[in-house]
């Protein structure tokens, strides 16, 4: 019991990391099979299976001055959508 009292005490006195400045990616992509009517977007004549598919990028950028002002940007790239799509965009002091 002590020892993971211990333990406890220990994890919570610890710092919490922060996230480091620069640029991260993320994203996700899956595939398929799915059944559908007639989509009138695809032209197809045919109700049935249809493959399907998806590909998602995110990308984080944010970094400090010397002087303390953060700044960054969150963008989510789609391919259904080329367009960039902004999520956020921020400038901050500390």
Do not use: C
């Amino acid at each position: 019991m002590l020892l993971r009292a211990l333990a406890l005490a220990t994890l919570m006195a610890l710092p919490a990391k922060a996230e480091p400045p620069g640029l991260s990616l993320s994203g996700d992509a899956r595939m398929g099979i799915i059944w559908s009517e007639k989509p009138d977007w695809a032209g197809q004549r045919e109700t049935g299976l249809r493959l399907t598919n998806r590909a998602r990028l995110k990308l984080r950028f944010q970094g400090e001055t010397d002087g303390g002002l953060r700044y960054g940007a969150e963008v989510d790239l789609d391919r259904r959508d080329p367009r960039a799509t902004p999520r956020s965009v921020h400038i901050g002091g500390s």
